[in-house]
């Protein structure tokens, strides 16, 4: 048992970054909410897609990069080429999509997982450590992607322990809620 | 969802049939006709003797050659964090596995079929034999693929899972290698018809158990 009594609502533009820290069940939160882990007791409702990025990239090592984000648009339901070449771009994607999967850095990962994340055009985010990896640039790309997506009537639910700058965000310390060992 | 069906579909047979790195189905298919090679040579010129045991050679060669693939079979993609990410997207784990069946069988039964030519040239069978064992192979490669895809969801995740799936294949294939190699001494059609409805059978379970196992294997 990592947490008890946890009540949360999120409306529609809103942001929370659920703080504390390393094996406190932030990443465990995220997976109840996404309903790929069973909660042990209570319920989780969420209206929408959820759209989750966390430490797995979820992309063909062996594959070209432009080939293993093709895949997803195409689950995603986007034409071929529907992802906005300038939306590469900005990730700083364009020049890498015939690399390999397995050729790139742990930060070039983690943006080709944010273009995954974008194509799905989920509703609720959770984003697991998102910053992990990334540069001071590609750190505030992603601050100014998640505020633009909480600004288009998104959610957001980022669990980190590192500073995530967005306007406007709720903190939740899971510390607050943690279930303390009872002593033997 | 005809279309999600088909983009999984693609990507399963790049990576299983022609394979990258993995070797795709020439593995299987190099494995199989290596069998039938060695065979003759271990126990001797003896015609006669390698035209009677032959067609069980081939099953037992086929059966050996489709456990090579397992381990890329499922545990990648749990690794990857697919799974998760097909969760999210609402296809369940149970169409996965479906088509991971379908995928696994393309990639290795016609090209067994088709490698079961020469092999039979190898082994000095006549073509009657030879009809049997390739209706044979077709009715049962299927429940081998079903079988195949079910060990290697439940032994993802396992330390030595790979040895593992190939000890727990080998006697759940016993059924299908029973009737299809088994069909070659009567030369019947109930064999085959046997062999068929075994194999049903595993491609039946296969989704439900495949599913439920990936899920346990995610936590």
């Known amino acids: 048992m990592l947490f008890s009594h ?8 809103e942001a929370l970054q659920v703080a504390g820290h390393n094996g406190i069940g932030k990443s465990s939160l995220l997976r109840i909410i996404a309903g790929l882990a069973p909660a042990f007791a209570g319920s989780v409702s969420v209206e929408g897609t959820v759209g989750l990025l966390d ?3 979820a992309l063909d090592p062996a594959l070209p990069l432009g080939r293993a984000l093709a895949f997803w648009r195409a689950l995603d339901g986007l034409a071929e080429g529907g992802q906005a070449g300038d939306e590469l771009d900005r990730l ?3 020049s890498l999509l015939d690399v390999p999967v397995r050729y790139l850095s742990t930060g070039q990962k983690k943006r080709a997982a944010l273009a995954r994340l974008l194509g799905q055009k989920a509703r609720v985010w959770l984003l697991d450590e998102p910053l992990n990896g990334l540069d001071g640039h590609a750190v505030e790309l992603a601050e100014t992607i ?3 997506h909480c600004a288009a009537g998104g959610i957001a639910v980022i669990a ?3 500073t995530f700058r967005l306007p406007a965000m709720r903190m939740l310390p899971l510390s607050d809620f943690a279930v303390r060992e009872q002593a033997a | 969802m005809n279309g999600r069906v088909f983009a999984l579909l693609r990507r399963d047979l790049a990576r299983l049939l022609l394979g990258g790195r993995g070797g795709g189905a020439m593995l299987p298919v190099l494995f199989f006709l290596s069998v039938a090679m060695l065979y003759p040579f271990a126990v001797g010129p003896d015609a006669p003797l390698l035209a009677r045991t032959g067609g069980g050679v081939i099953w037992v060669a086929a059966l050996l050659a489709a456990i090579l693939p397992l381990d890329r079979l499922v545990e990648p993609d749990i690794e990857l964090g697919m799974f998760d990410q097909w969760a999210l997207r609402g296809i369940s784990e149970e169409m996965v ?9 393309l990639s290795f039964g016609p090209p067994l079929m088709l490698a079961a030519l020469p092999a039979a040239a190898l082994l000095g069978l006549d073509g009657k034999t030879l009809r049997v064992v390739e209706i044979g192979l077709l009715a049962g490669t299927p429940g081998l693929a079903a079988l195949g895809v079910t060990v290697a969801a439940l032994t993802a995740g396992l330390r030595g899972g790979a ?3 190939g000890l727990l294949v080998i006697p759940m294939a016993v059924p299908v290698l029973i009737f299809g190699a088994g069909s070659l ?3 019947g059609a109930s064999g085959l018809a046997l062999t068929a409805a075994a194999s049903l059978v595993l491609i039946a379970i296969a989704p439900f158990a495949g599913g439920a196992a990936v899920r346990a294997a995610r936590g």
């Open chain 1, 6 to 13: 946890l009540s949360l609502a999120l409306n529609a533009g």
């Open chain 1, 55 to 57: 430490e797995l990239p």
């Open chain 1, 92 to 94: 700083g994607l364009a």
């Open chain 1, 146 to 148: 998640t505020a633009q």
């Open chain 1, 160 to 162: 980190s322990h590192q």
């Open chain 2, 97 to 105: 596995i479906a088509v991971r069946v379908i995928a696994h069988w």
């Open chain 2, 163 to 165: 040895a593992l799936s």
């Open chain 2, 185 to 187: 001494g009567t030369g």
